[in-house]
């Protein structure tokens, strides 16, 4: 199995949308980010005045025409009675709902679903996270050696398992409509002609000038960006690995010799879920008893 220390997210980070599939994981933690909200007064002000920025028909033609598609694709009318009933926006929760048990609030008005994975962030925490961080930090400890593969088999099917059931009906189809329009949003970003010339926005950094954007139109973005933008790179070359893998004891207990990639990870979402697994793993394998090695 491939060594995920040879993923390019453990190197320089590239922020953006992945080549090939992209898992719903990193739809949600960009949607996190609270880009929607944010082009979406980017657009409105390009509509209605020229306050914040101005573009002209010859000389910015491009930019117009990226913001026109933007605004056509990103902000469109449902084009059925029945999907007018919700919106693109509510659905797209709906999705995050079914498929990991997020957006539990009572008073969040979406559709419901009377199913959902109301295991998934246990299970990928508790039960799979912690496996993994318990070898990778117990492998210099003179304590104890706290690998289980075994265990950590058994929860990744179950994972597995778990996440293949959820992709039925419409949930690839709104989630690939969704990075289709996140991708949009980071070419905007990324456009430095209407982002520093036109807009003066001088920050580097999609993260950074989104930041930046919501506070020259007005909307909140959490400080905390980059790292919702790399958890989304992260779990995303995860839970594709783990969808996509026909696993048995020897594939899980090769995770284990991904410390690079799992430590970044385990960085990332430490500062966005507030689970630290490296001080858990402390509590757990003190590293200054000298004794010999032992396998719980």
């Known amino acids: 199995m491939a060594d995920l220390n040879k993923s390019s997210y453990t190197s320089s980070l590239k922020i953006g949308v992945p080549q090939g599939t ?51 694709y990103g902000y469109s009318s449902p084009k059925t009675t029945i999907v007018s009933e919700f919106g693109y926006e509510q659905l797209l929760i709906n999705t995050f709902h079914r498929t990991f048990g997020f957006f539990n609030n009572p008073n969040l008005k979406y559709p419901r679903s009377t199913t959902t994975n109301s295991r998934f962030k246990s299970l990928l925490e508790d039960s799979v996270l912690l496996n993994i961080a318990q070898a990778i930090w117990s492998k210099k400890s003179t304590f104890q050696l706290l690998d289980d593969p075994a265990s950590l088999y058994e929860q990744i099917i179950d994972l ?20 289709n329009i996140f991708h949009r949003f980071f070419t905007i970003l990324n456009n430095r002609k209407l982002i520093r010339e036109k807009m003066g926005i001088v920050e580097v950094g999609p993260d950074k000038i989104l930041i930046a954007l919501g506070a020259k139109f007005g909307v909140n973005v959490p400080v ?72 719980v």
């Open 22 to 72: 992209v898992h719903p994981i990193w739809t949600y933690y960009v949607y996190s980010t609270n880009i929607y909200n944010v082009m979406r007064r980017v657009l409105r002000t390009f509509l209605i005045t020229n306050n914040q920025f101005s573009l002209t028909p010859v000389e910015d033609q491009e930019e117009i025409q990226l913001l026109l598609e933007t605004l056509k």
């Open 160 to 179: 597995k398992s778990m996440l293949l059931a959820s992709k039925t009906n419409t949930i690839e189809w709104l989630n690939r409509y969704w990075v």
């Open 224 to 295: 905390d960006t980059l790292y919702r933008f790399e958890l989304a790179n992260y779990l995303n070359t995860f839970l594709l690995k783990i969808e996509r893998t026909d696993w048995n004891v020897d594939s899980t207990e090769a995770l284990y010799s991904s410390d690079n990639f799992f430590k970044l990870l385990f960085s990332a979402y430490k500062v966005i879920e507030k689970r630290d697994f490296k001080r858990e793993v402390q509590f757990i394998a003190p590293s200054n008893r000298q004794t010999a090695f032992t396998r």
